[in-house]
């Protein structure tokens, strides 16, 4: 069992909601447009985490066989019980991207968010390419963190910024430690049997309730926002030293704030808040 992941780093919960938000239904087809998913492929999917990706392309192309694999049991655990819950029939695994289960030549894509920086890149890339087919995909997506748009409107944002910055962690290590230039991956897998290798970048607006003409879509929106801070002020009141002096205050901020949100969209105030996120994406085809 190896629950390293969820307990010091990003709780599943804490995924799960930040992933509900950044791969909604609003931009799915974007994500499926980057990673080029069509119906009948064998896709694997790396560093999985709580699994929201591979159940999304496996409800929207079901005739596709998606792997997840990651080493967090308590990430694993959940993903197959979101499977299970609609009926998804993902095939989730624990395993290390360092020893890959499953046969040479057994995947046509092969993609990863957000985890090619926690592991050294020939690491990263070496089973990765046994088991893809020839002319198989690899798709190495991961955030750029400076380009992150907060959103301008936040009702008692200064106050929750300030609570944060008293929380005063036990132990903090966010293992970006592997991250490398962008251009140095691709060297690397020109150099390492990869062709057709290529670079993209996306920015993706994954909230913006006001530009919702469908009321509800704009409401949920705001629900998995909320949610989504919520899980990140839990996760971090866990980790926090003064936890017991910040919990209440925090969330019930978090609460006002979400609930002065949904009025604003009941009364028809518009605010036009927004966050969004830029993508790099890397691909290559295996030789
Ligand atoms: C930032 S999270 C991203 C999770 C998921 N890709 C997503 O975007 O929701 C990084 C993930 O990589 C997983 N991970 C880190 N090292 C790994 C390894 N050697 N083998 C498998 N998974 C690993 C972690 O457990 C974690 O779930």
Redesign the pocket.
Known sequence: MNNI?SKKI?STEL?HYS?MERFNDNNKKIWFEILEVKPNLTILE?????G??CNMIKSNFPNCNIFG????TN?INFAKKESKKFNLNVNFQE????SLPFADNTFDLIF????VE??PFDVFIKEQKRVLKKDGKLIITLVNASSKNDCPFEPFQNEILSLYSKMQFNQYSKPMKFLQPTDKMMQQLSMNGFHNIDLQFKKIIYYMPDVQENKQIAKQQIEIHYKSKLSDALFNLSRSKNAKTLKAPLISLLEQQYEKRLNLLKENKKIFDFETTQIAIISAIKK
């Open positions: 992941w990003q995924l992933r790396v560093g999985c985490g709580s929201h990706f694999i990651d080493l967090d990430h395993a290390d991207i360092s990863s968010h957000t985890v926690h592991i």
